[in-house]
């Protein structure tokens, strides 16, 4: 019932210019995929000219970040009704390079959470342990504190239509994927915990995707596993092909 949710995260990387060839490559390539949610997260200055040539396709558009207020003074920023117009129906929030790098807390995450829905973006969420808390046996402790703490008072019917990203830290841009099993330890942990929080409809309608070193010949494995609904795609996002052969991988009938 959840159909595969393949996203690219470029980073900073890609000028505008860069961003429009790539994606009418992809929507060329992709465009009789209809089984699978394929979204690509620009950066900010490429979000509107990449909205428009995925215009009518089957390609969705996020941005990486965003703010939780509407306007203001707040150089540099930008916002959930800025990028939602620019063209983006999804937002990333609380990637593990914005927190480690950017200050971003479970509290910043649960207020842009907030309003991303209301702008009616849909949140691409975060979460994952870094390499220390996984050796300290602290991964299920630390994915309890950024559910709990990151998705405080959304409503069940919030949590349905979300996407959770789990991306264990040590993973990222590493080369070095978790395996199916830690992956599927990681998601089944998160599906319950969305369960008990927000009730079985929720939890069974949310999206919860891997990230970190996702390539063509991990893709299978990983989203074989029940609880995988997909893959948030860095490094190999960057190559139509590779990002391709992701998605069609990803087909729940691919062999
Ligand atoms: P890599 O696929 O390059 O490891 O990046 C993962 C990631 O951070 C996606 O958001």
Redesign the pocket.
Known sequence: MRIPFIAG?W?MFKTIHEAVVFTKELRSTLKDVADVEIVIAPPFTAIHAVAEASRNTNIGVAAQDMHWEREGAFTGEVSPAMIQEAGAAYA?IG???RRRLFGETDATVNRKMMAAFLAGLTPIV?VGETLEERERGETLAVLDRQVKDGFDRLAAEQVAELVV?Y?PVW?????R?ASSAQAGEAHAHIRNRLRQWFGADAADRCHVIY?????PDNIRELILEPDVDGA??????LDVASFAEIVTRSRTAAV
């Open positions: 995260n980073k990333i990637h593990s390079e975060c990203a991306e993973a990222i841009g590493t080369g994927n990230g970190g070193s996702v390539k948030l795609v860095g490094g190999a996002s």
